[in-house]
Structure formats: structure tokens, C-alpha cells
């Protein structure tokens, strides 16, 4: 171990030894998603004193422990062997080990795995304690400026392509509040341009490389992405989060179709899914999908 290590392992027994860490206890631990000064002291304390770490990749957290000059037995669970694995860090906890589990980034269980462990943790009574850090959608709506948000509805990643995709990507649209979407370097013209044909004058919020060295965070309305994107080739490499800004009440004017919007989504209806018939009658008519989507809804249930 060297000294840097020693000073930062001190550092973090200073700020939070004094807590109580009893035996057989999961703990939930949120590491950095770029920067690894943004790892708290208490995740480093408790990444120092635990039995083992169960993690999503056994490579990359054995990288953040060299970091922290420690080294611990590794359990690996992902999304492909999530059931499997959790027995194994049962089987720990029920002989009193302390387990922590971390993420490649993040905070565990909310795009990542780890839900399946808490789960099962849960179910047996085991002590479950989450150590709160760095969040990559918590990031992005900080720096967002969604003045009209109420709270927020976060997807994910959307699914790849298809069917799936464009239905995801409509429900996320007809969706007035603020959301919250991940993408991939490789889908993100894409995405872009999907946006710009669904909801050009909606405000969105693009991050990358989110606390990284060329950390990006431009807003803008949708329909300027794909112009923006391909102004600089360096703009489609990192991860990618999105903020869906939320559409700003309507006013009076705006609460009401117009007859021609209104003809158009009934002649839809008759023979096509709502989601469907709400995306054409906005391609159509140009009348604001949220609006269409709450008429239609009339509709169905009247």
C-alpha cells in the first residue's frame, strides 16, 4: 500500500468509523461514473472493511479497489447470472460476512444490476444499506434547468430497435413531464433524429462523458440535435444522457384541438392502436402530441 492510499484509507476511517457496521450486512454502494475523486470516504471505509465485493465486472472493480490500495475476494453478478450469484453472496451474508456490491458505475440497481440481490436480502432479513453517490441521471437533471419539472420519470435505456423502440420512444414522448433516457455512442444520431420528427420544439438536455475530462452538457430544442451532433465528430463518443425537459402548462388557446386535429385521430382510432393513431395524427395535423394523447384517451374510455 502506498502512502497516498494509507492517507485516503485514514482519511475515510476519520470521517466514518465512528458509525456502526454490524456482521452479515449488504451494503449498497454507489461508485463514480467517470471521476474517481467523486467515490465518497464512507464507500471507501466500507469498500475496506467488508468480506467481499460482489460486483457487475470483476475488472473493473478490482481496478477501483487497487485505487483505494485494497484488495478483496470479488463475486461476480450481472444481468446474465444475477439469480445464480445472489445465492452465493446469500450464502456469505447468512455466515455473518459483510458484503458490499458495486456497479461498473454509479449507483447499483437502478439501469444496473443489483435489484435481484436486494431482493433476495430482503427476503431473508438481511440488513440492506445503501451509500448514496454519484448518479449519472441525478447529474444531468442538475444541470438540466427544467424550470416546469414536477419530478421525473426515468427510462433507461431504450430498446434497441423495432417495435419495441419506436413504442418506448413514443410513450416516452407523449410522457408532458420530465424525462430521463440513456443511449449508446452508436444509437445516438438516432436518436437525435427521432427526436427532432417527434417533438422538434422540446427541450432536452444532452450530457456526455459526465464528470470526465470532456464532460458535455448542451440544451437546446430537440429539432437542432442532429445539426448539433454532427457538428463535431468528437460529440458521439461517451454515454449518453438525455433530459426530456417537461412541456410548460398549457395555456387557455392551447387546451383545445382543433376541429381538423380532432377529425384526423378520430378516423385513426377507428383501426389503430392509440399510440399509433396519436403519432399520425401529430404528423399530420401538427397539433401537440401531449394533447392528442389525452383526447384520445377521452376517446377509448368514452
Excluded at 79 to 107: C, I, K, P, Y
Excluded at 176 to 193: D, K, M, N
Excluded at 206 to 222: H, P, S
Aim: glycine fraction near 6%.
Amino acid at each position: 500500500m502506498n502512502i497516498r492510499s494509507s492517507l485516503l484509507l485514514q482519511a475515510a476511517a476519520e470521517a466514518a468509523g465512528h458509525q456502526h457496521y454490524p456482521p452479515g450486512t449488504l451494503y449498497v454502494v454507489a461508485t463514480p461514473i467517470g471521476n474517481l475523486a467523486d467515490l465518497t470516504l464512507r464507500a471507501v471505509h466500507v469498500l475496506s472493511r467488508v468480506d467481499a465485493v460482489a460486483c457487475e465486472d470483476t475488472r473493473v472493480a478490482a481496478q477501483l479497489l487497487r485505487h483505494i490500495g485494497i484488495e478483496r475476494p470479488l463475486v461476480a453478478l450481472h444481468a446474465h447470472n444475477e439469480h445464480t450469484a445472489a445465492g452465493l453472496v446469500m450464502a456469505r451474508l447468512a455466515r455473518g460476512e459483510s458484503v458490499a456490491f458495486v456497479s461498473d458505475a454509479g449507483t447499483p440497481a437502478i439501469s444496473d444490476p443489483g435489484a435481484v440481490l436486494v431482493a433476495h436480502a430482503q427476503a431473508a432479513g438481511v440488513r440492506v444499506v445503501p451509500l448514496p453517490g454519484a448518479s449519472s441521471a441525478l447529474a444531468a437533471l442538475s444541470v438540466a434547468g427544467d424550470v416546469a419539472a414536477a419530478g421525473f420519470r426515468f427510462i433507461g435505456f431504450l430498446p434497441s430497435k423495432g417495435a419495441e423502440r419506436r413504442s418506448a420512444l413514443a410513450d416516452a414522448l407523449a410522457d408532458a413531464g420530465t424525462v430521463v433516457v440513456f443511449e449508446a455512442p452508436h444509437r445516438i444520431e438516432a436518436l437525435a433524429a427521432e427526436l427532432a420528427a417527434g417533438a422538434a420544439e422540446r427541450r432536452v438536455t444532452l450530457c456526455r462523458e459526465l464528470t470526465k475530462q470532456f464532460e458535455t452538457a448542451a440544451t437546446m430544442a430537440a429539432g437542432d440535435l442532429p445539426a448539433w451532433l454532427s457538428a463535431d465528430a468528437q460529440r458521439h463518443r461517451g454515454e449518453f444522457v438525455l433530459v426530456l425537459h417537461a412541456r410548460p402548462a398549457p395555456t387557455a388557446s392551447d387546451e383545445a384541438l382543433s376541429p381538423e386535429a380532432e377529425r384526423t385521430l378520430g378516423v385513426l382510432l377507428r383501426d389503430l392502436p392509440l399510440k399509433q393513431a396519436v403519432a399520425l395524427a401529430a404528423e399530420l395535423s401538427g397539433a401537440p402530441r401531449n394533447l392528442l394523447y389525452a383526447r384520445a384517451l377521452a376517446l377509448r374510455e368514452g
